[in-house]
């Protein structure tokens, strides 16, 4: 799941602080409280005919120094509408050419609910409870990385799929990828 | 949207709270903080094609005394599964013997967006920000109306549709009533 | 229901025809036989953030001279893939300068079963019983009304569910617009 | 897919051929003109909160003598709704115990195109180009295999998804299978 940075610039004080940021302090007692609203977002190239050819993957280093591989992924905030915490995620991660198409409908392909325990569903995320609506995002124009993201690749279903790159997946983001191709009927033979 | 009882038993003390369950305070707190996670179930009556054949309301009083009908909705709390959420919504709302038949998939047919101020969405909640995902859910069994719950209805898609009827509705959920036939097909000619 | 035009060209020989294409004797005789693959799109123009903000209708004239507002629609061929019957379809009738976004998904968001005889669904077409994939498509380009269709006119979810504009549509086109209207969270109070 | 049986009944003649019903001849002719509108159930055991535990799969001989699983597929016929060849195709190869829920909406989780060419799409059959839209189906009673099956079996996901089982199956059920599970969130770590 994305780290999101709840603080973009660090000379960001809290007096102009925009509704819906939270200050640390408050981020850790909410999130032992209830489950946060996230959005995860998979990144795609599609065809004419909207068949999808390729999935995007961010790449960055954990803080242990390992190499993973991301779906775009971030909180919904206060008064913020799901498609425009979409909008706002995928630009924080890709950049402002990234053009992309958010979904005229908010019906999620599936809501992934991360657990901060192991074992209650197929996603993990040990800082808190989020429940995650997950969308495919077509994606038209140049996507560059942003923040502390090293890369992004586009892959393709059979490239993404590989036990080599679904092993650089955190948290059953790898699950997540796999359910985003079933959906769109592009899961490979594995 | 349903009135949720946060504490059942005004015995139930601090020590003995499930995890999940938040006082007054921490309630009032969070809800200023960032969205809530919600559920809402449209209780269904099917035949053996599993047509809709009838539409569940509840029928409360609201503080100022008018009377208003409403579908099954609540919050899911810390360390809860969406499904055991609508689980226990239900069964809170309309008693143990309901049967409902929860949903295999979580995938929502809709997702409905509560702010505390109207215009934004179709839907409204002075309390907070809620962010709702709405589940059609076949009940079986036999429903009695339970807690603040005056009366459980079944009607016709072509009842449920009246004006008269949706003006009782509240916070959009006559909308979401509409969304959940039109998923269905069963959105009666207006 | 569009009426798709099976000879685009009156000079079409058998012999050029494509795979897919029936004579009329062939088409009259399968009709009777099953029901027919469809698909029916919903174009709409949608904002930055995927929020629909117009939905495209096709004015014609029926046989008996009346004006009718119509959605895309249309046959699925033998050895013809669903989205690709799609594309077809909306290029035929928006032209070739509309660039839709055919979903990534094969999902539809309903399936509008079109029978001979009223009634048995919210759909109706004397020719023949159709099941038909239903799927909104959101066109960025311009949109010029191709065959016999004489005008496309975007119009909002307010203007497009007007009594006035509802009665101009056929066969439960009405009904499945509403649906549309629902599924992407903008069905107007009605 | 199914073997459809269009004769149950080797004595059924053609004055009593109920509306639907087609002769050999009459099939073999439309199979080379058009695509079959079938459906595909994936039988499933959930639990109280509608997790599922449980697929069930077909056990037949294939005309060579291989032994192949199977969803349950077939044929919807003229003048028939999607939710009663559903329900029909499961009484048929499950028996009249089974009392399965059919789905409240007519939203199937995903469309399967079988073509008689292998590598246009997942799916293949050779008979005939079919649109097949697939719905998961929770089954509450007894099952018994009808017809040429020779078993009916309940098996987690996790067993359903060995190599072993999955290669039992045909003409791509195998990734059907792996789709209705990613959709119902309980796609094995493979």
Chains 1, 2, 3, 4 share one sequence.
Not at 4 to 13: I, K, M, S, V
Not at 61 to 90: C, F, K, N, P, Q
Not at 120 to 133: G, K, M
Not at 142 to 167: K, R
Request: hydrophobic share 40%; glycine share 6%; proline share 9%.
């Amino acid at each position: 799941m994305t780290e999101t940075a709840e603080f973009p610039d660090p000379d960001f004080g809290d007096k102009t602080r925009p509704v819906g940021w939270l200050t640390p302090t408050q981020m850790d007692e909410v999130r032992g409280l209830m489950p946060l609203v996230y959005v995860d977002a998979v990144p795609v190239r599609v065809d004419e005919s909207g068949d999808v050819v390729q999935i995007g993957l961010l790449l960055r280093a954990t803080e242990s120094g390992h190499m993973m591989r991301a779906l775009v992924s971030g909180r919904v905030m206060y008064h913020e509408r799901v498609r425009d915490a979409l909008l706002r995620h995928i630009e924080k991660d890709l950049g402002p050419m990234a053009l992309p198409s958010i979904p005229a409908s908010p019906q999620p392909f599936t809501v992934a609910e991360y657990f901060p325990t192991p074992g209650v569903t197929s996603y993990v995320d040990e800082r808190h409870h989020a429940v995650s609506l997950a969308y495919i995002v077509p994606v038209r124009g140049d996507c560059s990385p942003q923040q502390n993201n090293l890369e992004f690749t586009w892959l393709t279903p059979e490239e993404a799929c590989t036990p080599q790159n679904l092993a650089q997946m955190q948290g059953g983001q790898d699950v997540l990828l796999k359910q985003a191709l079933a959906h769109v009927g592009r899961l490979p033979d594995m």
